[in-house]
């Protein structure tokens, strides 16, 4: 089992949707599923295999938020103190050869933030900005070969 970097707001906002989904959710895929029976014939009634596959999804997600909640590194980082790229903070960095700079948060791809894409601290790029500094070139190997990225800036 690999953990998972969050941040406390994200861990508490997981955890709330964990909790609503056990409880209200449930509670609700129950009714539906019991009102499309009540409908009668369940090989032809699309509203219980609506409901169904609802109950699945919702399931699925109940076991995705275990997982990662139960592996959950949980970070406090003032992203004004960070020196160096590490889970829990903002990078902002260019690829060689462009002008353009683009702005990253490293970690889980639920710390969604507007505005801001989201780095996995295990992806190849994630892996290897981590523990570098503003000014830092770093390369990794993607798909069409290897990449080179500048660190702009860390906050």
């Known amino acids: ?33 019991e009102a499309a029976r009540a409908l009668g014939d369940l090989s032809e009634n699309g509203d219980y295999h609506a409901a169904k596959d609802a109950q699945g999804k ?7 938020l275990q997982q990662m909640l139960g592996s959950a590194v949980i970070v406090e980082r003032d992203p004004s103190a960070a020196t160096g790229v590490e889970p829990g903070v903002e990078v902002v960095i260019r690829y060689e050869g462009d002008d353009d700079t683009e702005r990253y ?3 889980s791809i639920e710390e969604r933030r507007e505005g801001v ?3 996995s601290p295990g992806s190849p790029l994630g892996q290897a900005l981590i523990g570098h500094e503003p000014g830092e070139t770093v ?15 860390v906050g």
Do not use: K
């Open 139 to 153: 390369h990794y190997e993607a798909p069409s070969g290897t990449l080179s990225v500048e660190i702009v800036s």
């Open 1 to 33: 089992m690999s953990e998972t970097t969050l941040t406390p707001e994200t861990h508490a906002r997981l955890q709330a949707e964990l909790e609503d989904l056990i409880t209200r959710g449930r509670v609700e895929i129950a009714r539906q599923i």
């Open 117 to 119: 894409a989201v780095i």
């Open 58 to 64: 919702m399931e699925a997600r109940v076991r995705q």
């Open 105 to 107: 948060f490293v970690g």
